[in-house]
């Protein structure tokens, strides 16, 4: 997601839960802390960024600014995934829509692991081990993350766990015959991140 559609969402996101004029003040603050981030980042590599700028600085931003105004780290936290889980249901009801297409969902487990190895791969700090288990499935290990590593470095490990559940909305229900196994995650403290996808039928 760029940068400006990011904000534009969280904003949105805002202004639906709190009323003015904390809504203004708190986007206007979320977006001082995000360009901020990611001034101090700007020479991180272009496959960094996109995860970076296109969503974790989004997240901590929301995160701080809510504190800021006096909410509790639990709050702030609540609230954020709220926030992040209201927009992963739009992307979440698209993917559905998509695939209504008769038979695109047997296409999934290929791309999902075609989209993995492009944009989550070591240049953007990602490790993970994929496994052989016919075309049918897809299914891998996450052994390092860089949304853990980034919240970590930051002060808010525990955020990590908002983008796990944006996962859990947008794959979690695809269609009646696809089946989402993800068990555990690093964001909300285990060893890997167990990726799973595979047609029911």
């Given at each position: ?7 534009k969402?969280?904003?949105?996101g805002i ?5 003015e004029p904390d809504a203004t003040l708190?986007t206007d ?7 901020s ?12 960024k996109?995860?970076?700028?296109g969503?974790i600085?989004?997240g ?5 600014a809510?504190?800021?105004?006096g909410?509790?780290?639990?709050e702030?936290l ?9 927009f ?5 009801n698209a993917?559905r829509s ?10 999934v487990p290929?791309i999902f692991?075609?989209?993995?190895q ?19 499935r ?8 860089p949304y853990y590593n980034?919240?970590k470095?930051m002060g808010?490990p525990?955020l990590?766990?908002i983008?796990c559940?944006t996962d859990?909305c947008c794959?979690?229900?695809?269609h009646?015959?696809l089946?989402?196994?993800r068990?555990?995650t ?8 167990d990726?799973d996808i595979?047609?029911k039928?």
């Amino acid at each position: 997601m760029e940068q400006k559609k990011l904000l534009k969402t969280i904003s949105r996101g805002i202004h639906h839960h709190f009323p003015e004029p904390d809504a203004t003040l708190l986007t206007d603050r979320a977006t001082a802390i995000y360009y901020s981030c990611c001034l101090e980042h700007q020479n991180d590599p272009p496959a960094v960024k996109q995860h970076t700028e296109g969503m974790i600085y989004g997240g901590v931003s929301l995160y701080r600014a809510l504190q800021e105004k006096g909410m509790s780290p639990q709050e702030a936290l609540a609230w954020t995934d709220k926030i992040f889980q209201d927009f992963s249901q739009n992307a979440a009801n698209a993917i559905r829509s998509l695939l209504k297409l008769p038979g695109l969902y047997r296409k999934v487990p290929q791309i999902f692991r075609t989209m993995t190895q492009k944009k989550y791969n070591e240049e953007a700090g990602f490790q993970m081990t994929f496994y052989e288990v016919g075309k049918h499935r897809v299914k891998f290990d996450v052994t390092a993350c860089p949304y853990y590593n980034t919240c970590k470095s930051m002060g808010c490990p525990e955020l990590t766990g908002i983008f796990c559940n944006t996962d859990d909305c947008c794959y979690g229900n695809m269609h009646p015959k696809l089946q989402w196994n993800r068990t555990t995650t690093i964001g909300r403290g285990g060893e890997v991140c167990d990726f799973d996808i595979a047609i029911k039928d």
